[in-house]
């Protein structure tokens, strides 16, 4: 009975484009608190996995609003809430103006005239004081813009849904230089990607990765997929099943940005992942902030008592480095060490940079 009960209620929200709800804020979020409630206690329950995300759009009355203005509003919204996987997203005008025909053309323009680049920035173990790995961060020297950084135009790429052109773009990228590198016979060291949450939700996610990897040869321990808790969140189990296919095939998983999010600390358990990234707006107050410094400590040693590899990100001062290295930290990524640099650059700077010593009977290629 209960069994039957799921499929009534997924179908049920899987068929229903909308479930219209009027009344005040306050019995709107009950209502999505109680049916949240209600689908994961199913899934407890019946000890199944469900995915079933309902999706919401709240659009609010204001003087002189007709009933079709406000409907239309929150039915904007709610598509908002599909595209992002956020639950629920209130309306308001941005969502009119946030994707313009022609950002959309301008970034498939980009794509096809290549002008997104790579750039790399090395991450320093502060056990072997070497390079250990590094970050793919994008770029986009734009023809008609000038050069722009992530920040500048990853929130228009996904409100136009071309993250995934981007981000694959940049996989295949990583995955050429790494094998241009090995047949020059450079130092290779593992690149750590970015993911946008939208991936997770690709069925062919794993297999696009695998055929771009084994496209070029490149071994499966150079490459390190980042994500974000929000990613790992969303869809906790679909999320965890994906992870867990990419372990096996032998890439490792970092979790970006940790702390941020509404972090729970138990999901650490579950999440099959072999790396906490602590976010740079901690690091950023480390020195100043008592507070602070005690929440890093305290992440530094819930990862390690997890056996996973902690990196601190963003870390541009030598104070900075001073506390970290006390706090028993692994791995640091920031300004201190390297800002993320173009290709070449960055093969010359493995090759040759102040802050590792190569032993005389050393060799790394
Ligand atoms: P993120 O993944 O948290 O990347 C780290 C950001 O911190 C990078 O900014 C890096 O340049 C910056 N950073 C590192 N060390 C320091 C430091 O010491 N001081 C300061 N002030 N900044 C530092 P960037 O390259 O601008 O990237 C911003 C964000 O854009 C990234 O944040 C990531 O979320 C996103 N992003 C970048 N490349 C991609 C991509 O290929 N795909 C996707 N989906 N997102 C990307
Ligand atoms: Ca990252
Ligand atoms: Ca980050």
Redesign the pocket.
Do not use: C, H, W
């Given at each position: 009975v209960a069994k039957s009960a799921v499929a009534i209620i997924s179908e049920l929200i899987a068929s229903a484009s909308s479930i219209l709800v009027l009344g005040t804020e306050e019995r709107i979020r009950n209502m999505l608190e109680e049916l949240e409630l209600k689908i994961y206690q199913i899934a407890k329950d019946n000890e199944i996995r469900l995915f079933v995300q309902p999706y919401f759009g709240i659009a609010e009355f204001k003087k002189g609003d007709s009933f079709e203005e406000v409907f239309e509003q929150a039915s904007l919204a709610k598509i908002q809430s599909e595209r992002n996987f956020e639950p629920v997203t209130y309306y308001d005008e941005s969502l009119i103006t946030g994707t313009k025909l022609s950002d959309t053309e301008d970034i498939m323009e980009g794509i096809k005239n290549k002008e997104f680049e790579?750039?790399y920035?090395p991450k320093f173990s502060l056990n072997t004081k070497q390079f250990i790995s590094s970050?793919?961060?994008?770029?986009w020297n734009s023809s008609k813009y000038g050069f722009l950084?992530?920040?500048q135009f990853?929130d228009k790429v996904?409100k136009a849904g071309l993250?995934h052109e981007?981000?694959m773009y940049?996989?295949n990228r990583v995955c050429e230089d790494i094998n241009d590198a090995n047949r020059r016979g450079r130092r290779l060291i593992p690149v750590s990607?970015?993911?946008?949450m939208y991936e997770f939700y690709s069925p062919t996610f794993v297999d696009d990765i695998l055929k771009c990897v084994d496209g070029h040869n490149v071994p499966h321990n150079l490459i390190e997929i980042?994500i974000?808790e929000t990613t790992s969140q969303s869809n906790p189990f679909l999320c965890i099943s994906i992870m867990k296919q990419i372990k096996e095939k032998g890439f490792r998983i970092l979790m970006?940005?940790f702390g941020t999010g509404y972090s729970n600390f138990s999901n650490l358990r579950k999440v099959p992942i072999d790396c906490l990234?602590i976010?740079?707006s901690f690091?950023d107050d480390i020195v100043e902030d008592k507070k602070t410094r005690e929440i890093v400590r305290f992440l530094i040693e819930l990862g390690k008592n997890n056996e996973l590899e902690v990196i601190a990100?963003?870390?541009?001062k030598a104070e900075q480095v001073d506390i970290l290295r006390r706090f028993k930290l692994d791995t640091i990524?920031?300004?201190?060490y390297s800002?993320?640099l173009p290709k070449k650059d960055y093969e010359d700077f493995l090759i040759s940079n102040k802050f590792e010593k190569k032993g005389e009977d050393e060799e790394w290629f």
């Open positions: 790579v750039y920035q970050e793919a961060l994008v770029r950084n992530p920040s990853i996904e993250i981007i981000d940049v996989f990607i970015n993911f946008s980042e974000t970006d940005d990234k976010d740079k690091i990100e963003g870390v541009d990524q920031g300004y201190y800002k993320p």
